[in-house]
Nanobody
Protein backbone atom coordinates (compact mmCIF):
# COMPACT_ATOMS: atom_id res chain seq x y z
CA UNK A 1 0.00 0.00 0.00
CA UNK A 2 1.08 3.56 -0.72
CA UNK A 3 -0.57 6.77 0.40
CA UNK A 4 0.29 9.89 -1.57
CA UNK A 5 -0.17 13.48 -0.46
CA UNK A 6 0.21 16.34 -2.93
CA UNK A 7 0.84 19.99 -2.18
CA UNK A 8 1.88 23.18 -3.95
CA UNK A 9 -1.07 23.94 -6.17
CA UNK A 10 -2.60 27.38 -6.46
CA UNK A 11 -3.45 30.31 -8.67
CA UNK A 12 -0.76 31.77 -10.91
CA UNK A 13 -0.66 34.11 -13.88
CA UNK A 14 0.26 32.88 -17.34
CA UNK A 15 4.03 32.70 -17.68
CA UNK A 16 4.47 32.06 -13.97
CA UNK A 17 5.85 29.08 -12.08
CA UNK A 18 4.75 26.57 -9.44
CA UNK A 19 6.33 23.57 -7.77
CA UNK A 20 4.15 20.60 -6.87
CA UNK A 21 5.29 18.06 -4.29
CA UNK A 22 4.04 14.57 -3.55
CA UNK A 23 5.10 12.70 -0.44
CA UNK A 24 4.73 8.93 -0.31
CA UNK A 25 3.94 6.98 2.86
CA UNK A 26 6.74 4.51 2.26
CA UNK A 27 10.25 4.65 0.89
CA UNK A 28 10.30 5.56 -2.77
CA UNK A 29 13.36 3.35 -3.14
CA UNK A 30 10.76 0.58 -3.25
CA UNK A 31 8.57 2.33 -5.85
CA UNK A 32 9.54 2.00 -9.49
CA UNK A 33 7.53 4.78 -11.11
CA UNK A 34 6.27 8.04 -9.67
CA UNK A 35 4.18 10.26 -11.89
CA UNK A 36 1.98 13.28 -12.27
CA UNK A 37 -1.33 13.25 -14.10
CA UNK A 38 -3.91 15.99 -14.58
CA UNK A 39 -7.59 16.27 -15.27
CA UNK A 40 -9.28 19.39 -16.58
CA UNK A 41 -13.05 19.88 -16.37
CA UNK A 42 -14.83 17.76 -18.96
CA UNK A 43 -11.65 15.98 -20.01
CA UNK A 44 -10.03 12.65 -19.27
CA UNK A 45 -7.14 12.31 -16.88
CA UNK A 46 -3.86 12.47 -18.80
CA UNK A 47 -0.19 11.85 -18.17
CA UNK A 48 1.89 14.94 -17.48
CA UNK A 49 5.21 13.35 -16.54
CA UNK A 50 6.57 10.23 -14.88
CA UNK A 51 9.95 9.11 -13.63
CA UNK A 52 11.38 5.67 -12.95
CA UNK A 53 13.68 4.90 -10.06
CA UNK A 54 16.59 4.73 -12.51
CA UNK A 55 15.83 8.31 -13.58
CA UNK A 56 14.20 7.56 -16.92
CA UNK A 57 11.47 10.08 -17.63
CA UNK A 58 8.35 10.24 -19.76
CA UNK A 59 6.67 13.55 -20.62
CA UNK A 60 3.53 14.61 -22.41
CA UNK A 61 4.42 16.46 -25.60
CA UNK A 62 2.47 19.51 -24.47
CA UNK A 63 4.67 20.06 -21.41
CA UNK A 64 8.15 19.20 -22.69
CA UNK A 65 10.59 22.01 -22.02
CA UNK A 66 8.28 23.71 -19.51
CA UNK A 67 7.61 21.13 -16.79
CA UNK A 68 10.27 19.01 -15.11
CA UNK A 69 9.75 15.96 -12.93
CA UNK A 70 12.26 14.89 -10.31
CA UNK A 71 12.35 12.63 -7.30
CA UNK A 72 14.21 12.65 -3.99
CA UNK A 73 14.17 9.10 -2.64
CA UNK A 74 15.76 10.21 0.62
CA UNK A 75 12.65 12.35 1.25
CA UNK A 76 10.13 9.95 -0.34
CA UNK A 77 9.07 12.83 -2.54
CA UNK A 78 8.45 13.51 -6.22
CA UNK A 79 8.34 17.05 -7.56
CA UNK A 80 6.91 18.77 -10.60
CA UNK A 81 8.60 22.05 -11.45
CA UNK A 82 6.17 24.00 -13.62
CA UNK A 83 7.52 26.96 -15.62
CA UNK A 84 6.03 29.13 -18.37
CA UNK A 85 2.56 28.08 -17.32
CA UNK A 86 -0.34 28.50 -19.74
CA UNK A 87 -4.08 28.73 -19.12
CA UNK A 88 -4.45 25.30 -20.71
CA UNK A 89 -2.37 23.85 -17.86
CA UNK A 90 -5.30 24.54 -15.54
CA UNK A 91 -6.41 21.24 -14.00
CA UNK A 92 -6.38 19.10 -10.90
CA UNK A 93 -2.96 17.46 -10.69
CA UNK A 94 -2.71 13.96 -9.25
CA UNK A 95 0.31 12.06 -8.03
CA UNK A 96 0.58 8.40 -9.02
CA UNK A 97 2.73 5.54 -7.84
CA UNK A 98 3.57 2.24 -9.55
CA UNK A 99 5.65 0.13 -7.17
CA UNK A 100 6.19 -2.84 -9.49
CA UNK A 101 9.43 -3.07 -11.42
CA UNK A 102 7.92 -3.81 -14.81
CA UNK A 103 7.41 -1.89 -18.04
CA UNK A 104 4.24 -0.04 -17.02
CA UNK A 105 4.33 3.68 -16.35
CA UNK A 106 1.12 3.96 -14.33
CA UNK A 107 0.07 2.37 -11.06
CA UNK A 108 -3.01 1.98 -8.91
CA UNK A 109 -2.10 4.44 -6.19
CA UNK A 110 -3.35 8.02 -6.44
CA UNK A 111 -3.21 11.11 -4.32
CA UNK A 112 -6.20 13.30 -3.60
CA UNK A 113 -5.17 15.92 -6.16
CA UNK A 114 -4.14 19.55 -6.03
CA UNK A 115 -5.73 22.33 -8.07
CA UNK A 116 -3.59 24.41 -10.42
CA UNK A 117 -5.25 27.42 -12.00
CA UNK A 118 -3.45 29.58 -14.56
CA UNK A 119 -5.06 32.92 -15.36
CA UNK A 120 -4.57 34.67 -18.68
Amino acid sequence: QVQLVESGGGLVQAGGSLILSCVASRSTFSINVMGWYRQAPGKQRELVAAIRRDGTTNYAVSVKGRLTISRDNAKNTVYLQMNSLKPEDTAVYYCNAHPSFDSSWVGNYWGQGTQVTVSS
